[in-house]
């Protein structure tokens, strides 16, 4: 079993920046793939970034370029650092971890960018 405890969102004005942080416990050895997924209501939930064990990423379109997913050297935590953030980010982010064939959610941690 993998729990994921989110911090680092909160209010922040156009074009500001943020860094979401998200920390795995449990009886685990070593989580492969870890990740960023968003959400707002009425829409699906969307990836943002994810990254392996050996810190290859992939990034949605409307981050590339101004969010930077990253992994502490050994250990099972994640961290999002989002710039130049824009309206349209507002969401819900939640933590993702994939580990033993299962995935895991954070309780999740609201964005919101606004003037």
């Known amino acids: 079993q993998v729990q994921l405890v989110e911090s680092g969102g909160g209010l922040v004005q156009p074009g500001g920046s943020l860094r979401l942080s998200c920390a795995a416990s449990?009886?685990?050895?070593?989580?492969?793939?870890m990740g960023w997924y968003r959400q707002v209501p009425g829409k699906e939930r969307e990836l943002v970034a994810r990254?392996?064990?050996?810190?290859?990423?992939n990034y949605a379109d409307s981050a590339k370029g101004r969010f930077t997913i990253s992994r502490e050297n050994g250990k099972n935590t994640v961290s999002l650092q989002m710039n130049s953030l824009k309206p349209e980010d507002s969401a819900v982010y939640y933590c993702?971890?994939?580990?033993?064939?299962?995935?895991?959610w954070g309780q999740g941690t609201q964005v919101t960018v606004s003037s």
């Open positions: 449990g009886s685990i050895f070593r989580i492969n793939n």
């Open positions: 993702y971890a994939y580990w033993l064939g299962n995935d895991y």
């Open positions: 990254i392996t064990g050996s810190a290859s990423t």
